[in-house]
């Protein structure tokens, strides 16, 4: 697979004055549709040191755009954790049980009912929310891109009986997660477990997640498994002084969880992929062409982000614009 050469050192100014030239390019080649490109650099590849992670959620028009500070918490023995029904609209969430001020009923809302209840955990970690989770005081960020798939599955009390969506995932690694890696693979894990649901809007059914720590980054692919009560998952380290673009499609190839340094994810994965003649054992497991349904809406709707992204990036490289399948053909570098 293709790698982004050797170590690049970016400035943040740099970083942020690149994802603000993406934005124009995303209007012109799409102006019905809206789409998220995230962004992750790692320590190594900026001027200061920092891990930086960037977001733009553009939503469908009507996100609730509050940002929110949830506090710290300590919890009794037994007690347990609400899982709700994610919606992106305003209000997102109207409830008490969080502590946020801002989450509480107002005028003649009423607070909403859980889908179903996880086992808390002694201490959860303050952090910053929006759609999805931010940052927490561990300094552990995320970003996020929701993905084309080949499974969907529905969520509990709404015609099927996964529990975890992108957003309360992202909100149980803020909370419990002190590195990325243990971000990633506590998603993972309460996917597997209790069931995974995406979009399922003309976005796709699965979703991407960057991962950063001040000390690395990951990039974290899921989508439901074929029985709409698990989950398939694999997350990739990214290179030390490497940049990485996510831009609405998976970009994971060739998944190797023997290197458990770089790679972790469900080991289901290989045997769904088997089963349903996806792959043949011996052949390199190339999960975007696997598990993608490749770009929605348009070709280019994605390929034309990396290509631009990746351009401005490095521009001594010169990318390829044009491809034929951007699911099957890889173009661009992780």
Known sequence: TMRTPGPQRLAPQLLQSTILMLLPVLVLLAPSVDGCTTVLATKDATEDGSSLAAHSNDGEGTTDPRLVVVPAADH?????????????????????????????????????????????????????????????????????????????????????????????????????????????????AMAEKYGFYGAGSFEGTAESLLVIDPHEGWVFHILPDPTGTSAIWVAQRVPDGHVTVVPNIFVIRVVDLDDDKNFVGSRSMFDIAKERGLWTPGTPFDFTAIFSEGEYVHKYYCGRRLWRAYSLLDPSQEFPSEYDDLRAASPYPF
């Open 76 to 188: 009794e023995d037994g007690a347990m954790r609400e899982i709700h029904y994610a919606l992106e609209e305003y209000p997102r969430y109207v409830d008490k049980s969080r502590g946020v001020k801002e989450y509480y009923p107002t005028g003649n809302q009423t607070a909403r009912k859980p889908i179903g209840h996880i086992p808390q955990v002694p201490h959860t970690y303050k952090y910053f929310e929006e759609t999805y989770g931010v940052i927490n005081e561990k300094q552990v960020g995320i970003a996020e891109s929701t993905c084309s798939g080949i499974f969907g599955a529905k969520a509990a009390g709404h015609g099927g009986t996964a529990l975890m969506s992108v957003d309360t995932l992202s909100q149980l690694a803020m909370e419990r997660a002190k590195t990325a890696r243990e971000a990633v693979e506590l998603m993972g």
